[in-house]
């Protein structure tokens, strides 16, 4: 069977794929069907943290698989319970719900924030502010908190309740907040957007505004969390606690999972009934994400993306001297991008040829989201690769 040609005839083409069957991978390479090795500097879109096919999360599947998949939320179970424990202790949160991806996570979120107003006696109090840029996924809720058109074309009418502001500007927010705001969501950094970050002073004084009208603040760290941007969360590099978080990509290291966290005093909107999801936080993916906690903390990977984020960001930054076609250089920890001049699509493809898996947004920024195990002669490869490119 050619694997390409047979995907490309039965599957629906929600995808620009590239033309690479991969079979294999171990730690921060893939391999394809012809044995061609790559550097993996996307990790699955911020998915494979802890790299491909890692021993010790593959035990903790077989363990598990031995002896529970999957029943009901109906009923409890000890991973999932241990997860929860977890997240809530290492974290501003005391409550938990699981999903099974990053927008099913933000549609809790959205449902949480209006939820909570509704129980308070204040049902006109709906509408969510978000920012341009901003990307919250692809199910009809998360795409209408999404501000960014281009991805939103063909499916009108989008869910109605969602204001949209530039990112980092204080003013425009305060000008947009009125009666019916209920929420604010954004990203600490905008990923797919543009890795654009927010500044201190921002985030500070968002924290302030919702405090003092009363509305909630949403964090949506799918991207950002799980020691992506050299913390555990990317809110505990400005000190400023949301009363929302949402979860999922790296939790999981490649497996299905998501995760909505919140204060008490929102989460007890949520009701038996209020909401649920059938395969939220199953016994066997809570157990293999458990895992990918345990070796996050326990083998100082976080400690390696801060310091290799660094020196990953400062040879871009000497590329970016070097080469005039370079606008600039952003990022936090391994979640680093450089904005072009240039379309950054034949860079991607020209990558790819020599052995990097490397990623393009917006048309023309770089996007570089390795394993958080990346060495730092696997960063002198690419730049060298980026230097004879550019």
Same mark, same amino acid.
Not at 161 to 175: R, T, Y
Not at 320 to 344: M, P, S, T, Y
């Given at each position: 069977?050619?694997?390409?040609?047979?995907?490309?005839?039965?599957?629906?083409?929600?995808?620009?794929?590239?033309?690479?069957?991969?079979?294999?991978?171990?730690?921060?390479?893939?391999?394809?069907?012809?044995?061609?090795?790559?550097?993996?500097?996307?990790?699955?879109?911020?998915?494979?943290?802890?790299?491909?096919?890692?021993?010790? &999360?593959?035990?903790?599947?077989?363990?598990?698989?031995?002896?529970?998949?999957?029943?009901?939320?109906?009923?409890?179970? $000890?991973?999932?319970?241990?997860?929860?424990?977890?997240?809530?202790?290492? #974290?501003?949160?005391?409550?938990?719900?699981?999903?099974?991806?990053?927008?099913?996570?933000?549609? #809790?979120?959205?449902?949480?924030?209006?939820?909570?107003?509704?129980? !308070?006696?204040?049902?006109?109090?709906?509408?969510? &502010?978000?920012?341009?840029? #901003?990307?919250?996924?692809?199910?009809? /809720?998360?795409?209408?908190?999404?501000?960014?058109? !281009?991805?939103?074309? %063909?499916?009108?009418?989008?869910?109605?309740?969602?204001?949209?502001?530039?990112?980092?500007?204080?003013?425009?927010?305060?000008?947009? &907040?009125?009666?019916?705001?209920?929420?604010?969501?954004? $990203?600490?950094?905008?990923?797919?957007?543009?890795?654009?970050?927010?500044?201190?002073?921002? +985030? $500070?004084?968002?924290?302030?505004?919702?405090?003092?009208?009363? +509305?909630?603040?949403?964090?949506?760290?799918?991207?950002?969390?799980? =020691?992506?941007?050299?913390?555990?969360?990317?809110?505990?590099?400005?000190?400023?606690?949301?009363?929302?978080?949402?979860?999922?990509?790296?939790? =999981?290291?490649?497996?299905?999972?998501?995760?909505?966290?919140?204060?008490?005093?929102?989460?007890?909107?949520?009701?038996?009934?209020?909401?649920?999801?059938?395969? %939220?936080?199953?016994?066997?993916?809570?157990?293999?994400?458990?895992?990918?906690?345990? +070796?996050?903390?326990?083998?100082?990977?976080?400690?390696?993306?801060?310091?290799?984020?660094?020196?990953?960001?400062?040879?871009?930054?000497?590329? !970016?001297?070097?080469?005039?076609?370079?606008? /600039?250089?952003?990022?936090?920890?391994?979640?680093?991008?450089?904005?072009?001049?240039?379309? %950054?699509?034949?860079?991607?493809?020209?990558?790819?040829?020599?052995?990097?898996?490397?990623?393009?947004?917006?048309?023309?920024?770089?996007?570089? &989201?390795?394993?958080?195990?990346?060495?730092?002669?696997? +960063?002198?490869?690419?730049?060298?690769?980026?230097?004879?490119?550019?």
């Amino acid at each position: 069977m050619n694997i390409m040609q047979t995907a490309d005839k039965v599957m629906m083409s929600t995808y620009k794929r590239f033309p690479i069957v991969f079979t294999k991978g171990n730690g921060t390479t893939l391999w394809d069907e012809q044995g061609k090795a790559y550097t993996d500097f996307v990790s699955g879109i911020a998915v494979c943290n802890l790299g491909h096919a890692h021993p010790k &999360i593959a035990n903790a599947l077989f363990e598990q698989a031995q002896k529970l998949f999957h029943v009901s939320n109906l009923y409890y179970t $000890e991973p999932q319970t241990r997860l929860a424990f977890w997240l809530v202790e290492n #974290s501003f949160a005391d409550k938990v719900f699981f999903s099974n991806s990053g927008a099913e996570a933000n549609e #809790s979120a959205i449902k949480l924030a209006r939820k909570y107003f509704s129980e !308070k006696g204040e049902k006109n109090r709906y509408k969510i &502010i978000s920012m341009l840029k #901003s990307f919250h996924g692809r199910t009809m /809720a998360s795409l209408s908190a999404t501000g960014q058109d !281009k991805i939103k074309h %063909g499916f009108n009418p989008l869910l109605e309740g969602f204001d949209f502001i530039p990112f980092n500007d204080i003013d425009a927010l305060k000008k947009k &907040i009125n009666s019916e705001t209920c929420a604010v969501i954004l $990203e600490p950094i905008q990923g797919e957007g543009g890795i654009n970050l927010a500044s201190q002073k921002y +985030i $500070e004084e968002v924290r302030h505004i919702c405090n003092e009208t009363g +509305i909630l603040l949403i964090f949506d760290e799918i991207q950002t969390g799980i =020691g992506r941007t050299g913390k555990l969360f990317a809110y505990q590099h400005f000190g400023v606690e949301p009363d929302i978080m949402t979860l999922a990509k790296a939790l =999981g290291n490649g497996l299905p999972i998501g995760a909505m966290l919140s204060k008490d005093f929102v989460a007890k909107a949520f009701i038996p009934g209020s909401h649920a999801s059938t395969f %939220g936080g199953t016994p066997i993916i809570t157990a293999a994400s458990l895992e990918v906690l345990k +070796i996050l903390t326990e083998e100082r990977v976080i400690e390696n993306c801060r310091k290799v984020g660094l020196y990953f960001k400062d040879k871009l930054n000497l590329l !970016k001297e070097k080469h005039d076609n370079i606008v /600039a250089v952003r990022g936090l920890g391994l979640l680093l991008g450089i904005e072009l001049k240039i379309e %950054g699509e034949d860079i991607v493809k020209k990558c790819l040829e020599q052995g990097f898996i490397i990623n393009c947004i917006q048309g023309k920024i770089l996007r570089f &989201i390795p394993p958080l195990i990346i060495k730092e002669k696997d +960063i002198d490869n690419l730049i060298d690769c980026l230097d004879n490119i550019l």
